[in-house]
């Protein structure tokens, strides 16, 4: 069974840090693209960056480029953003999710960031 | 990055059909066949309903059916169900930015 589960969500003032981890099991985690995408309260879902499946084509959306840090480590099974620089914006749950072709199959259960002093 | 355009809502009586379209350009939409559709209840993580343009994930159901004309695709829901009632957003890939985009969502109510 696939399985991604998000972790590392919090409360953090602004100007912070958090860095999000994403544990995927249930497939081959080293051959699959892999993305962030967030939703801010009562808002809509915004793709935020993406890897490929050995870590050397990563792209960001403007609204974070600069701030945040996508990794991944194959031999952990497991997906990282790491986000500095956090503003209120920013405050939204944060789901990773598996591309297969052109198709989100599978996303995380969330992690909430929320940015406020 | 600007994100396709949904109707903000959409409603139907149970056993009716509705359309959910969802519009972009000529650097997404209109030249990938990479549209996919998500369902979305409240608190809970999307879930994949179409991919490739109108192709349905296993154990999705036959109601929910895709297609795509220019710049504009849509989403069909056949024989309402309040089950269907939840947030639908579209999404495509954009060669703009090589990267994402989704569409604002559309909140079907039942």
């Known amino acids: 069974e696939v399985q991604l589960v998000e972790s590392g969500g919090g409360l953090v003032q602004p100007g912070g840090s958090l860095r999000l981890s994403c544990a995927a099991s249930?497939?081959?985690?080293?051959?699959?693209?892999m993305h962030w995408v967030r939703q801010a309260p009562g808002k809509g879902l915004v793709w935020v960056s993406h890897?490929?499946?050995?870590?050397?084509?990563?792209v960001y959306a403007d609204s974070v480029k600069g701030r945040f840090s996508v990794s991944r480590d194959n031999a952990r099974n497991t997906l990282y953003l790491q986000m500095n620089s956090l503003t209120v914006e920013d405050t939204a749950v944060f789901y990773c999710?598996?591309?297969?072709?052109?198709?989100?199959?599978?996303w995380g259960q969330g992690t909430l960031v929320t940015v406020s002093s | 990055q600007s994100a396709l355009t949904q109707p903000a809502s959409v409603s139907g009586s149970p056993g009716q059909s509705i359309t959910i379209s969802c519009t972009g350009t000529?650097?997404?939409?209109?030249?990938?066949?990479?549209v996919s559709w998500y369902q979305q209840y409240p608190g809970k993580a999307p879930k994949l309903m179409i991919y490739?343009?109108?192709k349905r994930p296993s154990g999705v159901s036959h109601r929910f059916s895709a297609s795509k004309s220019g710049n504009t695709a849509s989403l069909t829901i056949s024989g309402l169900q309040a089950e269907d009632e939840a947030d639908y957003y579209c999404?495509?890939?954009?060669?703009?930015?090589?990267?994402?985009?989704f569409g604002g969502g559309t909140k079907l109510t039942v």
């Open positions: 999710a598996k591309l297969d072709g052109d198709g989100f199959d599978y």
């Open positions: 249930g497939f081959t985690f080293s051959t699959y693209w």
């Open positions: 890897i490929n499946s050995d870590g050397t084509r990563i």
């Open positions: 000529s650097s997404d939409v209109g030249t990938y066949n990479l």
């Open positions: 490739e343009g109108t």
């Open positions: 999404c495509s890939y954009t060669s703009t930015t090589t990267s994402w985009v």
